[in-house]
């Protein structure tokens, strides 16, 4: 159903360029309505599919998505799915929170959570995060999923975060097993990299470009701005390589912009439970002013 009691207003407006438009020097923008609803089991399944595909790179087809988005509906008065044209529609955005431990015998979250352990390893940085969910320890772990479509604006996120505290609040009044200790927020950044094509160009442009690269290596880009206001409330976080490698020349089809290439990586954020309302009310601030 459509969020209305936690939302004053549970439809957002927003502007997009119009792609039909054939005028080549004005672009024409849409005017674009985002509604938030709770899971729909019965018309969400592929829409979060895609975006756990998404969101999961190349290392999706190392996890069992199908059962992992019906687990998340199985769910379906916690998180938000945010869509424009209605709740039988795909939704273009959505968060969630899985409990790790309760679902420890469910096959899926198992893979998923060792995956999590796996690439953990491979960051000291995250090394916190493997202890936590070592397969003897009983933390109540609180996993965050959330991605949308990659023209849709930050903005949605905020009331989908606002809410799921809302919700995790109601469900523990009821004994449900959301009592959390930690949150892991699993996301996604990128790094810019020299592109294979510049194996084309003259030399002194090749090393020109190198050192560019080489400078942009140093740097990590977000897919989701929010992530940099989360990490602030962080008890540790970072990024990690994914476990399956792209082929070459993937990178140039991700291109930023001529030059570089773009390598995307995987992204951490453990979150001590007492501080995400703190997070969660300075991201609402960071999206209102940005």
């Keep these: 159903m459509v969020k209305r009691k936690e939302l004053e207003d549970p439809k957002w407006k927003s502007q997009f360029p119009d792609e039909s438009s054939s005028s080549d020097d004005e672009t024409d923008m849409l005017d674009v309505e985002f509604e938030w609803f709770d899971p729909q089991p019965e018309h969400d399944f592929h829409g979060l599919k895609t975006l756990l595909r998404q969101l999961f790179d190349v290392d999706a087809q190392l996890l069992d998505l199908s059962t992992l988005v019906n687990t998340i509906l199985a769910q379906p008065l916690l998180g938000s799915t945010v869509k424009v044209e209605g709740n039988e529609t795909d939704p273009y955005a959505f968060l969630t929170v899985l409990n790790l431990y309760e679902h420890k015998k469910n096959p899926?979250?198992?893979?998923?959570?060792?995956?999590?352990?796996?690439?953990?390893?491979?960051?000291?940085?995250?090394?916190?995060?493997?202890?936590?969910?070592?397969?003897?320890?009983?933390?109540?772990?609180?996993?965050?999923?959330?991605?949308?479509?990659?023209?849709?604006?930050?903005?949605?996120?905020?009331?989908?975060?606002?809410?799921?505290?809302?919700?995790?609040?109601?469900?523990?009044?009821?004994?449900?097993?959301?009592?959390?200790?930690?949150?892991?927020?699993?996301?996604?950044?990128?790094?810019?990299?020299?592109?294979?094509?510049?194996q084309e160009q003259s030399r002194p442009q090749k090393k020109k470009k190198k050192d560019a690269s080489k400078e942009g290596d140093k740097e990590i880009f977000y897919f989701h701005p929010e992530d940099e206001v989360l990490q602030r409330f962080a008890a540790v976080h970072g990024a990690f390589d994914y476990a399956k490698q792209e082929v070459g020349g993937q990178a140039d089809s991700k291109r930023t912009f001529q030059e570089l290439g773009i390598k995307p990586q995987g992204h951490m954020i453990l979150i001590e439970a007492p501080k995400l309302k703190a997070a969660v009310e300075a991201l609402e601030g960071f999206l209102r002013s940005s």
């Design 108 to 198: 899926a979250i198992v893979t998923l959570t060792n995956y999590i352990v796996q690439q953990a390893q491979t960051n000291t940085a995250l090394y916190a995060i493997s202890d936590l969910l070592r397969p003897s320890s009983s933390v109540q772990v609180g996993l965050i999923l959330t991605e949308r479509l990659l023209n849709i604006p930050s903005e949605v996120v905020s009331p989908m975060y606002k809410m799921l505290l809302e919700e995790i609040a109601w469900a523990v009044e009821e004994k449900e097993p959301y009592t959390f200790s930690h949150y892991l927020v699993l996301s996604k950044t990128y790094r810019e990299i020299a592109s294979v094509l510049d």
